[in-house]
Each structure stands twice: as structure tokens, then as C-alpha cells.
């Protein structure tokens, strides 16, 4: 046990840094009184997020006259009501670390990662949260699975192992972890957030989106619990196995809907879903 | 050239009995040559009368410009009787959505969708070609050419520049001068004063000296201090503009949703107080008003 609890440690501490400017872009964007002085203040600390606009912003899409140098420049022209959706939709992408990764097709993951996003950010909606707070469940939604990425990049052939036994036996992934690695993606992710020093709500969202029962039922990890559920039902992208769980009482008993009610509830998702892709696209470009 | 004021109003469709004398459709201004030919400046619920009349004699072949896709702008066009019937000609021009990576094109099938709408856009019958704009773009329509420059909003917004018959239109669309976020004494205060001095510059180049000067002028200035970043001017940002741009005659629109005839007149009242001898020669805009540049 204690081997298996050393090799993910030394496997979380090689993950990179989080950039802190994505929860700050996440947070500003959902606040309708977000100022654009401190909008602009956040993205100019973070030297990739800056990249990222100027590209989209110099881009085709936008079609500008000038090519834009500098955030300020990006501020002035597009002012800010289109800055932060820019900004949030590239948040979304910053989130993850990109590259190739052994055993795990990333589009469909990423996929997956944002239709949870979404699905939870929904959720917490339905159930009255205040708008600071649904930028939370995005995050926590968006994260859930962050620790798949830690085992896909630094235990690659246990963990392509592990997609073999999901394949052959039909298996859930969280078990075949379990039984190959000795640990889940979820306990893996949940010491990365401590790494990482995310709020403790989402750790704990990370920690227990497959075991919700024994959560004590916290309404964020009951939603992102049912939303991964939701996505994986509807099949955006993967999550490297396609079993949808029954949801539990808890969470039965929060929404007062099963799972067909609680997607019937949210007829946007696949179209919020979709914009959210076109930014991966664009934030891969080179 | 000559043109017309059919919707004045800003935000929202605003009828009823205290809005008879500015109106109360929402953005739209019909644009004639000497010889007849028609542009369009936005679609928004004032374009609707104005299909009407087209339609007593068709075919009908048209320009039509969309400053940005706000509904006040646009929210005529599904009522925009010539694009229902076969033989007619229109061309709709307006500004990509960057955000969702569309044209022009996505602005009529997004509000004729079905949750929205009992027609869908397929079922027009008129010829309908979309022209998505870039920034500093000029069209040229043989008749006329539409120039468009990429004004401050909440959104992608263009101003359009008119120039036929040897007269220059400008309608601004919907604007706010270009301000900085930052205060004096700020590390990036000089920087993005720069860009601010830069971008103000650019679109005054653009209309400078124009014959017909049309401008946002939705708040006062009270309004304006609480609505800093809206999107909109204020009447003396409107008039400051047009007075530095020396520009011809200037007609203020986009009358705030809110606002009264009465109250519109006093505001007129007063600027002409204030305003005399500046040089500057205002009206507000009027639905339904006809003038010549």
C-alpha cells in the first residue's frame, strides 16, 4: 500500500502548475458587475492565457483591421462584454494540460470534461446557487476527472492496462483502477487539488464524484455526480467507459427527478456544450 | 440622396401615447439615391412598415446593412415582407459572431429557429445572399459604396459610411467613445491611454467631415455615470464627437426606451441652449421623418 500511495504522489508532484488565472477568469465571468480593469489585470499575469486572446482575437473570426499587439489593445477594441466570453471560453481550455497523452484520446476527454462542466453548472443552477458559486461547479465539474491525466502522463502502462480490462471485461474504469493501480482517478485527482490548493469544496467534488453515497450528500459533489451520469448517458465524448450508475437516493431526493427528468430539465446543454468545443479548437490552434 | 427615420428607439419597442412625436420602432433607416436605389441601415422593428411599401411595388432588389445583431437591430427582419416572396433581391451585410465562429447568415436563422418563430428561414422565397464585414471594409454597390468601421459596444458593431450622389451618410450604429479603465497614475494608465487616443482617432478619421452624421445618443449625462460601459453615448459625448469631426448636419437617435416626447423635447430645448453658437447643427431624430442630405 505503501508503494502504490509513493507512486502517485511522485506522479502528482510532476503535474504542472494550475494556472490560477483560469479560476479568477471563471469567477469574473459569472459576476454581471465583473469590472474590466480587473478582468484585464488577471489576463495580462498569466503570459499563455495573453497569447491565447491575441491569437483568437487576431484571428479570422474577428476580422479586425489592425493586428492587436497587447491586452490593452484587445481591451479597447473589443471592449469588455466580449473580452470575457473570449476569456471564459479560453479559461475552459487552460484548465487541462495538453500534449499527447498515452492511452486516453484527449479530444473525446475534454469533451466529456466540459459537458460535465456544463451539466453541473446547470444542476447547481436548478438548485438556486448564486452566480459566483456556478462558476465553482463549472470548475468542479470541468475537474472531476483531472486524475486520469495524472495517470495517463506518468503511469502510462499501468494505466493503458487498465483500458485493456475495461475493454475485455466490460468493467466501470474506477474499478479496474482499483484492481490495477490501487488506486482511483478520483483519489489521484483529489491529492493533485491539494497539490494545487484548489478550493476544498472541489477537492472534495473530485475526491467523491464516484461515491457520492458516502459524501454526506454535499449538493456539489451530488451534482457533479449526476452530471457525469447525464453526459455519459447522452455520450459526449468519453470517459473512458460508457457504464451510466444509477443515481442514488441522495441525489434522487435533491432534484426529486431521475436521470431522464434531470436531462429533460436542460435543454441547452448541447448547444452550451458545443461552444465550449469550438474554443478547445481554437485554443489548440497554432 | 435622401433618407428616412423608420424606428428612432433604442433597446426596446416603445408605442403607446408618449412616444408618437420620436417614435417608438426601434432602429432602421432607409436610404435612397437620387435614383432610387434602396440601402437599408439596420432591421430593427421600423423596417417592418417599410416592407410593407415595398411590397405595393415589386420586385424589389435591396442593401441591407446590420450595424450588429442586438435585437433592437434586428428584430424586425422576420417581419420584413419582401424576403417572403420569390423575385426579390436582398443582401443583408453585418459583422461575424466571433464567439460562436458565424456569419451574418446565423442572424436570421437564429431568430426564425423554431422554439422562436412559425417559419423557418428555408421557407423565404426571396433571394437572400449573406455578406459577412471586416473591419474597415468597403463595399461597393455601383450605385452607392457602404464603408464599415468597427465602433465601441458590447459586441462586434459596426458604423457605416454612405457615400452616393456626392453625399456622405454616417450612421454610427451603436457607440460609446473608446475611455480608459485605468486611472491616471495606474501602471498601464498611459499605455492603454494610447490605445484609447488610437481607436478614438481611427473612427473620427473615418467620419470625418461627413454631410449626414447619425449617432447613438441614448443618456444623459446622469445616466450616463450609472451606464459607463453599457455601449452608449450620452447627448454631449454625441455632440462633442460630431463637433470634432466637423461634420455637416447631425442627427442624435436611439432615444432611450424610457423616454418621453416631452421629456426628448426639453432635452432638445436645452442642448440648443447650451450648444448655440458651437457650431454644431442637431436635431433628434424623428420616425418617419424624411431629409435630404
Redesign the interface.
Known amino acids: 500500500m505503501r508503494n502504490v500511495r509513493t507512486n502517485l504522489v511522485g506522479a502528482v508532484e510532476k503535474m504542472p502548475a494550475f494556472p490560477k488565472s483560469v479560476h479568477q477568469v471563471l469567477k469574473l465571468a459569472s459576476d454581471i458587475n465583473c469590472?474590466?480593469?480587473d478582468l484585464?489585470e488577471v489576463i495580462k499575469k498569466d503570459p499563455v492565457f495573453t497569447l491565447k486572446i491575441l491569437r483568437?482575437v487576431n484571428?479570422a473570426?474577428?476580422?479586425?483591421?489592425r493586428e492587436v499587439t497587447?491586452i490593452?489593445?484587445a481591451?479597447?477594441?473589443l471592449?469588455?462584454?466580449?473580452l470575457k466570453?473570449?476569456a471564459l471560453?479560453l479559461a475552459a481550455v487552460g484548465a487541462i494540460p495538453k500534449g499527447n497523452v498515452a492511452g486516453l484520446d484527449l479530444g473525446a476527454f475534454w469533451l466529456h470534461s466540459l459537458a460535465v462542466a456544463t451539466a453541473t453548472r446547470l444542476l447547481g443552477t436548478m438548485l438556486g446557487v448564486s452566480r459566483d458559486e456556478a462558476a465553482d461547479y463549472f470548475a468542479a465539474g470541468l475537474l472531476h476527472d483531472i486524475g486520469k491525466i495524472v495517470f495517463a502522463l506518468y503511469m502510462s502502462e499501468e494505466y493503458a492496462e487498465v483500458g485493456r480490462l475495461v475493454e475485455k471485461e466490460g468493467m466501470p474504469l474506477h474499478q479496474a483502477e482499483q484492481s490495477i493501480l490501487g488506486a482511483t482517478h478520483a483519489e489521484i485527482g483529489a491529492l493533485l487539488a491539494e497539490k494545487w490548493n484548489l478550493p476544498s469544496d472541489l477537492g472534495n467534488a473530485i475526491a467523491l464524484h464516484h461515491t457520492p453515497d458516502g459524501s454526506e450528500g454535499t449538493q456539489l459533489v451530488d451534482c457533479v455526480f449526476a452530471a457525469d451520469q447525464i453526459s455519459k448517458k447522452l455520450t459526449f465524448g468519453s470517459a473512458g467507459d460508457y457504464s451510466v450508475e444509477p443515481l442514488p437516493r441522495s441525489v434522487r431526493e435533491r432534484f426529486s427527478l431521475d436521470i431522464d427528468g434531470l436531462i429533460s430539465e436542460m435543454p441547452t446543454l448541447d448547444e452550451e456544450v458545443e461552444?465550449a468545443r469550438?474554443f478547445i479548437k481554437l485554443g489548440e490552434t497554432h | 440622396m435622401r433618407f428616412k427615420f423608420r424606428g428612432t428607439r433604442g433597446s426596446l419597442a416603445a408605442p403607446g401615447a408618449s412616444t408618437v412625436k420620436y417614435g417608438g420602432n426601434t432602429s432602421c433607416i432607409e436610404v435612397r439615391s437620387d435614383a432610387g436605389d434602396l440601402i437599408v441601415l439596420d432591421g430593427g422593428t421600423g423596417i417592418r412598415e417599410l416592407g410593407l411599401e415595398l411590397a405595393r411595388a415589386m420586385p424589389v432588389a435591396c442593401h441591407l446593412f446590420i450595424s450588429h445583431t442586438h435585437w433592437d437591430h434586428i428584430q424586425g427582419l422576420p417581419f420584413f415582407i419582401p424576403m417572403f416572396v420569390p423575385g426579390n433581391k436582398v443582401t443583408i451585410y453585418g459583422p461575424?459572431d466571433?464567439?460562436?465562429?458565424t456569419g451574418i447568415e446565423a442572424v436570421l436563422a437564429k431568430q426564425m429557429e423554431y422554439p422562436h418563430f412559425p417559419v423557418r428561414v428555408a421557407e423565404l422565397q426571396a433571394d437572400i445572399t449573406y455578406k459577412?464585414?471586416?473591419?474597415?471594409?468597403r463595399v461597393d454597390l455601383g450605385f452607392a459604396t457602404v464603408s464599415a468601421v468597427?465602433m465601441?459596444?458590447?459586441?462586434?458593431d459596426f458604423g457605416f459610411k454612405v457615400e452616393c450622389d456626392g453625399k456622405t451618410l454616417f450612421f454610427s450604429g451603436d457607440h460609446e467613445p473608446?475611455y480608459n479603465?485605468?486611472e491616471p497614475g495606474d501602471e498601464?494608465y498611459d499605455?492603454?491611454e494610447r490605445?484609447?487616443t488610437e481607436?478614438n482617432a481611427m473612427i473620427m478619421d473615418f467620419f470625418r467631415g461627413v454631410d449626414v452624421f447619425i449617432i447613438d445618443a441614448q443618456y444623459t449625462e446622469d445616466e450616463y455615470r450609472i451606464k459607463r460601459?453599457w455601449?452608449h453615448s450620452c447627448f454631449e459625448q454625441a455632440l462633442t464627437l460630431a463637433q470634432a469631426a466637423g461634420v455637416g448636419k447631425v442627427y442624435l437617435t436611439h432615444h432611450e426606451t424610457t423616454r418621453t416626447d416631452d421629456q426628448l423635447d426639453a432635452i432638445h430645448a436645452r442642448l440648443q441652449k447650451e450648444w448655440s453658437g458651437s457650431g454644431v447643427d442637431f436635431v433628434l431624430a424623428r420616425e418617419g421623418d424624411v431629409h435630404t442630405a
Open positions: 469590472s474590466q480593469k484585464v483568437l484571428s473570426y474577428f476580422g479586425l483591421s497587447s490593452n489593445h481591451s479597447v477594441y471592449g469588455l462584454n466580449t466570453n473570449v471560453g461552444r469550438v | 461575424p466571433p464567439l460562436n465562429m459577412t464585414l471586416s473591419d474597415g471594409q468597427l465601441n459596444h458590447p459586441a462586434m473608446f479603465i485605468y498601464d499605455d492603454y490605445v484609447v481607436r460601459g455601449g
